[in-house]
């Protein structure tokens, strides 16, 4: 047994200090400022999810964004918007810009993720070089014990996860 010398708690194993939360989380990946909360073992389901869905819909504004550019390029202009040519080149490119910023961010840190739980190693672990004390779950065990069993709800952030019992004792490692 641990106690956390920064917030005199019982420290689980694979927990780390949060400074900006002030509290120790188990499984602690990172803290995310997009959702001032940690990623850890509780939520990473969801941060994957919300990762994913970004990136999609990043991708989807950049396909949008090219075909009105090409739509505009090929109707010269006279079936785009009340703005002139040049103006809309401006916004069109702008658009383009930020769906590239967001749709490469969110893919990085979507594989930076499904990387971690590939290998059951924290993004915290992994900067640390941390010897792995805990028993290595597989890589299929690793992923269920995020998503639970494999299902349609794997790709909802509005299901949760089963509270873990005797029967499903890969879900939680103690």
């Known amino acids: 047994i641990f106690k956390c010398p920064k917030c005199c708690s019982i420290k689980p194993e694979r927990a780390h200090h949060c400074s900006v939360c002030q509290r120790c989380i ?8 997009w959702v001032n909360n940690c990623v850890g073992e509780q939520n990473q389901k969801f941060f994957v999810l919300f990762t994913f869905y970004i990136g999609l819909i990043s991708y989807h504004s950049l396909f949008l964004g090219f075909s ?4 505009c390029v090929h109707g010269d202009w006279k079936v785009c918007t009340d703005f002139s040519p040049p103006a809309t080149v401006v916004f069109i490119l702008f658009l383009l810009f930020e769906g590239l910023l967001f749709a ?8 930076t993720q499904v990387s971690a739980i590939w290998y059951d ?7 640390k070089k941390e010897e792995a004390r805990w028993v290595r779950k597989s890589r299929w065990k690793s992923i269920q ?3 639970g069993r494999f299902s349609l709800d794997w790709f909802s952030p509005f299901s949760t996860l089963k509270i873990p019992s005797k029967q499903h004792g890969y879900m939680f490692s103690v």
Not at 26 to 33: G, I, L, T
Not at 68 to 71: C, D, G, S
Not at 121 to 127: Q, S
């Open 26 to 33: 188990r499984k602690m990946d990172h803290h995310c400022p």
């Open 68 to 71: 009105h550019l090409i739509t």
């Open 104 to 111: 490469l961010f969110t893919s990085i840190m979507f594989g």
């Open 121 to 127: 190693e924290t993004g915290i672990e992994a900067l």
């Open 145 to 147: 014990a995020v998503f």
